[in-house]
């Protein structure tokens, strides 16, 4: 909604909108931290810098562990 105050004087023109740049960067990091693995490396990444392989084995054995085993079959 428009009012007098966002009017450039002596026209009728409403006011140029600030750029949208900003917007498009929130818009984009929002989309990063909707993705549940991205949010898993982050926090991975929160206190130290890690390597790649390190990474990768923390995540595999997380995902073993939490994956239940089944039963061998004989």
Known sequence: ???PQDM?????????????????EH???CKVL????RLLL???LRHAER?????VH???ADRR???PAEPSRR
């Open 34 to 37: 909707t993705d549940p693995k």
């Open 27 to 29: 818009a984009e990091l």
């Open 65 to 67: 562990a939490a994956v």
């Open 58 to 60: 923390q995540f595999v």
């Open 51 to 55: 390597c790649a392989g390190d990474l």
């Open 8 to 24: 450039d004087r002596g026209t009728s023109a409403p006011a140029a909108l600030p750029d949208d740049a900003a917007y498009r």
């Open 42 to 44: 982050i926090d991975a």
């Open 1 to 3: 909604m428009t009012g």
